[in-house]
């Protein structure tokens, strides 16, 4: 399927009032999202043009907020999605990151490959969570979501 070039994100800004710095793994992961976000994603919000559009994400009040911008920066929609839902993977995904991230430090390249396993496991679950609440607001492709998610989880992070 051949995407408009312009149904897509070229920018994306996390509300610093909603986060917290992260551990360098976690700054590291964030990074790494954003930047594979921006390089490849398949961004529609339902109803308007075919963009590209720039998307602040923030927390507000246990709400997720996905604020759709024009090029230039103007608001064009905001969504809140309620984070109760996501709540559960996203707990089992820091949990099992952590664990990843320590054994990838001592760990026999065994363990390391099944706990590495896991974590996909559990990043792909949030991301069709994820694509699931976005759906007939924002449509996405699996590897969109799968970065979004990454975000999601490091605006859930405080320290």
Known sequence: ????????????????????????DVEHERAVAVYDLLEEN?????????????????????RLVFTVQD???????SHMLSLTPLRKVVKDYFLICESYFSAIRT????QIEAIDMGRRGVHDEGSRLLAERLEGKIEVDHDTARRLFTLICALHFKG
């Open 107 to 110: 760990a026999a390249p065994a």
């Open 71 to 77: 090029e230039a920066g103007g608001h064009l929609v």
């Open 42 to 62: 398949v961004f529609r919000p339902s109803g308007l043009g075919e963009g590209p559009y720039r998307l602040v994400l923030s927390i507000q009040e246990n």
């Open 1 to 24: 399927m051949t995407e408009p070039t312009n149904a897509r994100l070229i920018a994306v800004t996390l509300d610093e009032a909603s986060i917290d710095r992260g551990t360098p």
